[in-house]
């Protein structure tokens, strides 16, 4: 089956997606613009806009975007890396939407997102959460029901919809994050949509194998460091930990070595 590259398409009534050509190591198949608007409204909450496109001939996922969405009442950003963003100005300048993150110095036309906020919009009431850890502007949006559709959280990179995110450090940080993770596994069964991969169903046990990859990541580190020093490089701790990834994730392996190193040393002090 071919990927639908910049067609739009339908999760549950109210969350739609066009998935970006922009495949890669980190973003999976592509980046997933999130479109929510419920049944009758007459405008959109769009939902990280996406990247500049790697191939400028061919359809441009910006006017996929606007194409699919009609009037946008406000571009919503799960964080600040340029997969998600790089475009919301693009969509401003095209709708004169606001953009609006936890990030101010990412916003424009409208306030920063506040954890506990609730967007009253698009006919949907969208809670926002603060979720940092995989950056420190992470945001995850929650709908807990809609008409009986049952309920749906947009999850940014903090969850992705196959494998593991990166805690990218410095910024991002490992101690948030697990405290993020343990958060979101308080949800009710709501349905994961991600900022890269595949929808997933049931939340919390989404969550709770993201907690217990860390932990056993965690556990792996130690053991290296007993084998290895103290004083070992992350690096070494990647080949030593990261013999089951692909060597070409070893970099991404190495930004959360370090978060782990950090928060290791931070667990001992
Ligand atoms: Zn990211």
Known sequence: MSIPYGELVTVTPYASYVLQDNPGLMTLEGTNTWLLRAPGADRTILVDPGQNDAHPNEMSHLEAVL????????????????????????????????IRAIDPDLCVGAPALTDGEIIDSAGLKIQVWATPGHSSDSASFV???????????????TVLGRGTTVVAYPDGDLGSYLASLRRLRELGDLTVLPGHGPVLQHAPEVVQFYLDHREQRLQQVRDALQVLGPDAGS????????????????PFADLSVQAQLAYLRDETR
């Open 235 to 250: 690096m070494d701790v990647v080949r030593h930990v990261y013999t089951d990834v692909d060597e070409a994730l070893w």
């Open 143 to 157: 709908i807990d029901d809609f008409g009986g559709h049952g309920g749906a959280v947009l999850t940014g990179d």
């Open 67 to 98: 194409n699919a969405a009609g009037e946008i009442a406000a571009i919503v950003l799960t964080h600040g890396h340029f997969d998600h963003g790089e475009i919301a100005q693009q969509v401003r300048d095209r709708t004169g939407a606001p």
